[in-house]
């Protein structure tokens, strides 16, 4: 069974950093694309970043760039997602997800429909 668990939301304010893990086990592939996806309130799910297992290839949203860095550590079984210079349009609940790459890439994409599994989430909340 494929398992998902975020933690390390929260509030924080304007400015401020957070970092937020996930937990990934029984996910068998060799190597495959992980990812950060949020939902604000009343929005669409967007993609925030992305990372290639293979060879640590990264993709991020516009919105982030130079702001969030993911990454993945101890042998694929934990991502992360350090969030800096934290913006209250941040606000979202935060999920990470996992999914095998889509054949002919060498990136992985900020697609939702890319990835098969997904954590149940945790809340980040940006706000003075």
């Known amino acids: 069974e494929v398992q998902l668990v975020e933690s390390g939301g929260g509030l924080v304010q304007p400015g401020g950093s957070l970092r937020l893990s996930c937990a990934v086990s029984g996910y068998t592939y060799k190597n495959y694309c992980m990812g950060w996806f949020r939902r604000a309130p009343e929005k669409e799910r967007e993609g925030v970043a992305t990372?290639?297992?293979?060879?640590?290839?990264?993709y991020y949203a516009d919105s982030v760039k130079g702001r969030f860095a993911i990454s993945q550590v101890n042998n694929k079984k934990t991502l992360s997602l350090q969030m800096n210079s934290l913006k209250p349009e941040d606000t979202a609940t935060y999920y990470c997800a996992v999914g095998v790459i889509v054949r002919g890439l060498n990136w992985c994409r900020l697609t939702p429909d890319d990835f098969d599994h997904w954590g149940q989430g945790t809340q980040v909340a940006v706000s003075s």
């Open positions: 990372i290639y297992t293979k060879d640590d290839t990264t």
